[in-house]
DNA sequence: ACGATAATTCGTACGCCGTACGATTGTCAA
DNA sequence: TTGACAATCGTACGGCGTACGAATTATCGT
């Protein structure tokens, strides 16, 4: 055996695994192909991992796991920005965890890490204990809404998006020729979209995450 | 052969393919089982539909048929909560199909004619080219996200949601025992859900919507 | 140094999946 | 009757997750 290979473990495991998604797609992850990619059998990752959920639930813990967590001090909305958006930014590292950031059987220890830290920081910020849960609940069903959209449709450069969008129109078209006529305010959007300047995936997300936080404003208690 | 099964066709087939999935999940939609359900032999389904792939656009698409199309005329507030609200609506009853309501490579008419609608609606109450997809990019971005938390935290009844949440404490207390002295803030918001009255989905559900549309209205041009 | 014990690895096999391919059957116009 | 075309389906292939138990390697008391 080469020196290189090591004793297989649990981390040494997601780790690949995460490694094997982010590169070929999360379809690509399968026992066999994981283990190939380890040096070993397919057979001897469940000794270190009881089935392929639990696997996908520790590579997910460890996406939770390079969120930054929000700083104790500090001006609540600004923390809490920031935070949302190193949780974009771990989305889209990952896209592949995308849609399975809740989906865990038992939360991971970096996911519940996480969890509190928020929490104790709308706490801090004057929230009651229901509002912190509501506004809790709010951001992250934004950030994984947009980051659900963002995965699917390739926002990407304006390039990229404007290609796609170009794609999609073509596509339709072959269905239903007069779509302008069709559907007037998507053609009024596409136009505007493709001949214009684009699309900023990253402007979207930021304007949508100031209109909820400035909106959770009014419901902090006493400052 | 028995008088009630009639040829097959697309829309039987898309309309057996929901049913399954609704009622066993989408996990048991296989080609074979599919067509068992419709007393037929699995490769006669590609006849009707292309690939599996292809297969799930049509289900969505059906789902996608079953939102409300936002009313043409009305406060542009009530209208859009409105079809919000459909949305979700249709997201509980077919839960298999959050996270790929984006998803399709193709958006099939119902798609197509939803979101026509909707940035009509905007357009209508004032808002730009831009602002309009920014708008409904939030908006899509919170209710798809919102529907995954539903999916996987299981709210349901206050009983159910009690009852979970009592699962997953007892869970993490079989990893770590001091749980209330690691994730203080965590503990807090459990002992305050399980211990009170509760969590109501539905009205978190509102909270969000509102605050996110209450946050648009001053980024609408001249009335 | 050595044997026992435990930790770790993995080969084989089973049932399920999507679907390529080609044969088969049903329907109807000429 | 015949030929064309629409619709159905049986068989087979490669790939999947993983149950089971055997094989190998590491660890440690003596």
């Known amino acids: 055996m080469p020196a290189g290979d090591e004793r297989l473990n649990r981390e040494r495991v997601l780790k690949a695994a995460v490694e094997l998604a982010d590169q ?15 040096g070993a059998g397919a057979m001897s990752l469940y000794y270190h ?37 190193s949780t974009r930014d771990a989305l889209r590292r ?25 929490l104790g920081c709308l706490r801090a910020a004057g ?10 609940s709010l951001q992250d069903a934004y950030i994984y809404g947009f980051a659900l959209q963002e995965k699917y449709l390739a926002f990407g450069t304006r390039e990229e998006f404007a290609e796609t969008a170009a794609k999609r129109v073509r596509e339709v078209e072959a ?9 007037p305010n998507l053609a009024e959007v596409v136009a505007g979209f493709v001949a214009k300047h684009g699309y900023s995936a990253d402007d979207a997300f930021v304007f949508g995450l100031d209109v909820i936080l400035d909106g959770l404003e009014r419901f902090r208690l006493a400052p």
Request: net charge negative.
């Open 127 to 136: 929230f009651s204990v229901e509002m912190a849960v509501q506004a809790y």
């Open 24 to 38: 070929d797609g999360i379809g690509s992850v399968t026992m066999r192909r994981l283990a190939e990619k380890l």
């Open 49 to 85: 991992v009881p089935n392929k959920d639990e696997l996908l639930s520790g590579m997910v813990d460890l996406v939770f796991g390079e969120i930054e967590l929000p700083a104790e001090a500090g001006d609540w909305k600004a923390v809490l920005r920031r935070r949302a958006i």
């Open 94 to 118: 990952h896209p592949w965890a995308v849609g399975r950031m809740e989906a865990t059987a038992a939360p991971g220890p970096n996911d519940l890490r996480l969890h509190d830290a928020v």
């Open 175 to 183: 269905r239903s020729p007069d779509v302008a006529a069709e559907y």
